[in-house]
C-alpha cells in the first residue's frame, strides 16, 4: 500500500521523472553543443525520450504500489503503449514531414514557413533509454519509500 500523501505516489514518481529527464537533456545537449541548451527542458524530442520515460514510470510504479494484475495497472500499461507508439510512429512522421517542408522552404525562398520543428520524434534507441530510465527510477522509488 502506498503512503498517504495528497497525492499519488505513481503520478509524482512519474512527475519526478519527467523532470528529471528534461533536466539531464538540457545537460546533455549542453555538454554537447558546448553552450547552455535550456530550451531542451521544454523540448519534444531528444535523448532519453521523456514521453516514454513518464508513462513507463507511472505504468511501473502503478504496478508496485497496486499490483501488477491490477486494473489500473492495466490501464496505465495500455495508456503507456498508446504514448510511447506516438511518440515513435506519429511524432517521427511528422519531424519526417517538417524537414521536409524546411527543405522546401529553403531551396524556395520566397516559400515562407517560419520556423518549424524538426525535432519531435523520437528513435528506438531514445525511446529505449526513456523506458529504462523511467522503469529504474520508478522501481527505486518505489523500494526507496517501501524500505527494502
Known amino acids: 500500500m502506498a503512503p498517504a500523501l495528497p497525492l499519488s505516489v505513481s503520478l509524482l514518481t512519474a512527475v519526478g521523472v519527467q523532470v528529471a529527464c528534461q533536466a539531464f537533456k538540457v545537460v546533455l545537449y549542453s555538454v554537447r553543443e558546448r553552450r547552455p541548451a535550456f530550451s531542451w527542458f521544454i523540448s519534444a524530442g531528444g535523448m532519453p525520450s521523456a514521453h516514454s520515460a513518464f508513462v ?5 510504479s502503478v504496478g508496485l504500489w497496486s499490483g501488477f494484475g ?6 496505465a500499461c495500455v495508456f503507456s503503449v498508446i504514448i ?3 511518440s515513435w510512429r506519429l511524432r517521427g512522421a511528422v519531424q519526417h ?3 521536409a517542408l524546411a527543405r522546401i522552404s529553403r531551396a524556395n525562398r520566397s516559400l ?3 520556423p518549424l520543428n524538426e525535432n519531435i520524434g523520437h528513435s528506438i534507441a531514445e525511446i529505449a ?3 529504462v530510465a523511467g522503469g529504474a527510477l520508478a522501481a527505486g522509488v518505489f523500494f526507496l519509500i517501501r524500505g527494502g
Open 112 to 114: 515562407k514557413l517560419g
Open 129 to 131: 533509454a526513456g523506458i
Open 56 to 60: 513507463t514510470a507511472l505504468s511501473v
Open 84 to 86: 510511447i507508439y506516438d
Open 70 to 75: 491490477s486494473d489500473i495497472f492495466a490501464v
Open 97 to 99: 514531414h517538417a524537414k
